[in-house]
Nanobody, 125 residues
Framework: QVQLVESGGGLVQAGGSLRVSCAAS????????MGWFRQAPGKEREFVAA???????SYADSVKGRFTISRDNAKNTVYLQMNSLKPEDTAVYYC???????????????????WGQGTQVTVSS
């Protein structure tokens, strides 16, 4: 099993920045790909960004150029730096992890077996 614990959410004004983190523990060999998804009220959960152990990354079009995902393999931790935040970025952000090694499907929710509890990010206008 893998446990994922998110931290760093909060309230920020539009145009501001926030960084969320996710620490993995347990069978970290199962966390080759780690990513972030988000779910706004009344909407479906959507892909935000992902990073592989190799360093390959993938981003949703809506966050390209504003968000940066990174990971520290020694700490089994993934980070999401969010800049130029917009009110539409408001959502619960979920960390996810899985053993997928195919770059082309990093954005597919189904390849992630483990999920965190989520952290709220609120962007005020």
């Amino acid at each position: 099993q893998v446990q994922l614990v998110e931290s760093g959410g909060g309230l920020v004004q539009a145009g501001g920045s926030l960084r969320v983190s996710c620490a993995a523990s347990g069978r970290t060999s199962m966390t080759y790909t780690m990513g972030w998804f988000r779910q706004a009220p009344g909407k479906e959960r959507e892909f935000v960004a992902a990073v592989m152990y190799s360093g390959d990354t993938s981003y949703a079009d809506s966050v390209k150029g504003r968000f940066t995902i990174s990971r520290d393999n020694a700490k089994n931790t993934v980070y999401l730096q969010m800049n130029s935040l917009k009110p539409e970025d408001t959502a619960v952000y979920y960390c996810a992890a899985g053993s997928n090694w195919v770059v082309q499907i990093m954005a597919v929710m189904g390849v992630y077996k483990y999920w965190g509890q989520g952290t709220q990010v609120t962007v005020s206008s």
